[in-house]
């Protein structure tokens, strides 16, 4: 079930489809837009004819695969400058260059030894579709017979999208796994006089278990929400699984029963964790009053993560103690971290009345601080640029740079103009005077 997690397409993330202004969005892109990879070639001569030949055979082969409209290219503009045919000696070509006007050619080749391909999509195609023939698109490119020295880069939209996505994903599981091992060394070092310290750790391996798979079950897909989701609830989970742990070990210091301990500890620590398990949803739910399905995304994964987490420490730490046969540490084997937790606790018993005393001065603090925050916020640049979550050695990132050096920006600006009568000479006035 968890292999089914799916990922969340760019405009997913940003757009509720079902609102009018995402409607209209789509609409757009059924009918206007065209999706399209971007080969980016370098070679030593981009007019030699074994080159022009292989890159000939490659769009044939790229126009083979579904959904794929057409390919343009130099080969492309050579050939039908020649009459249908691909020029076979250097003095064809350069007639054939010289024959077509030099903004024809100049936008997709910028210098003799870097031009462009481009692999064309056919309109109304969703991402999802897309994004499943990246591969395809690399396979063939790597099979492609180019001479040696030529180099062959791929980018465009979705590329970037995909490996931008691929890299957040891996990372996460980076990041997951990090803050597994940061855990346990926390764990080890402070909660060591307590037997099984790691107990924790395995309840939250469970929740984040439940949680990917509650999240394929109800459709919620992996996205740059989810992952932001993934660090809280990580926090959240171990906080849940520490404190039932914590205070059943206290009770069995007692000389109580593992199950008089679990009744205990069960009646005691689990509504209080419950409480706080749902002011901390609470919050969470405030969330869903946002239009943006990325900010939902996160609300979804962080109650479902830390739903998740708390009922595999309600449930599953009785259980593992009753299996293991808990018995607490003796006295003898207390580890020397136990009288660092000691001064750390009477450290707090000292704060205490002095916090008491200047407990007006702490909340005029506070106050003023949270009145600068209010007031500064508005002033906090929102970045919305993708390209700057990306890390600088993507390799499609790195191509697109390469490509908008060379040619510009791949990237429009379109304005969406509807009406009764955009035939009409008055509105075709209209849009000339707007475009100059």
Not at 32 to 61: G, P
């Amino acid at each position: 079930m968890i292999s089914d997690l799916q990922t969340a397409g760019n405009s997913e993330q940003y757009i509720d489809k079902s609102s009018p202004e995402g409607m209209r969005y789509d609409q757009y892109n059924n009918v206007f837009v065209k999706d399209s990879f971007v080969l980016l070639i370098q070679t030593s001569d981009v007019y030699d004819t074994k080159f022009l030949q292989a890159l000939l055979m490659l769009e044939e082969e790229a126009k083979r695969l579904d959904y794929v409209s057409g390919t343009v290219s130099v080969a492309d503009i050579l050939k039908n400058a020649n009459g249908g045919v691909l020029p076979q000696n250097r003095a064809d070509i350069e007639r054939a260059v010289r024959s077509v006007p030099k903004e024809s050619y100049q936008s997709i080749m910028p210098d003799s030894q870097t031009t462009l391909a481009y692999i064309e999509i056919e309109r109304g195609i969703s991402t999802d579709v897309t994004q499943d023939l990246v591969p395809r698109v690399e396979s063939l490119v790597a099979n492609a017979e180019f001479p040696p020295g030529v180099s062959v880069e791929i980018t465009g939209t979705t590329p970037y999208d995909v490996q931008l996505m691929d890299v957040m994903i891996e990372n996460a599981a980076i990041l997951i796994a990090a803050a597994f091992l940061f855990m346990g060394i926390v764990l080890c070092i402070l909660f060591s006089n307590m037997r099984y310290w790691f107990l924790p750790i395995v309840l939250l391996l469970f929740g984040l278990i439940y949680t990917f798979a509650v999240m394929s079950l109800l459709g919620v897909k992996m996205g740059n929400g989810a992952i932001a989701a993934f660090p809280i609830l990580l926090g959240l989970g171990i906080d849940y699984a520490v404190q039932f742990h914590a205070r059943f070990d206290e009770e069995m210091r007692k000389g109580n029963s593992i199950e008089e301990s679990n009744r205990v500890t069960l009646s005691n620590t689990g509504p209080a964790v419950l409480y706080a398990m749902l002011a901390t949803l609470m919050g969470f739910f405030a969330m869903f009053l946002s239009p943006v399905p990325m900010i939902i995304c996160f609300a979804q994964v962080a109650i479902i993560g830390v739903t998740c987490c708390y009922v595999s420490s309600l449930f599953g730490f009785p259980a593992l103690v009753s299996i293991m046969k808990y018995t607490p540490k003796a006295d003898h084997e207390l580890p020397k971290t136990v009288i660092l937790q000691d001064k750390y606790t009477h450290l707090l018993e000292g704060l205490v009345p002095k916090v008491t005393k200047a407990a007006f001065l702490i909340l005029v603090v506070g106050l003023v601080v949270a009145l600068s925050g209010i007031h500064i916020d508005p002033s906090i640049p929102i970045d919305t640029d993708d390209s700057s979550m990306a890390p600088t050695g993507l390799p499609a990132k790195t191509t697109l740079d390469k490509v908008q050096e060379a040619c510009g920006s791949l990237t429009a600006f379109p304005l969406y103009v509807r009406g009764d009568s955009l035939r009409s000479l008055e509105a075709l006035k209209w849009m000339d005077n707007f475009g100059t």
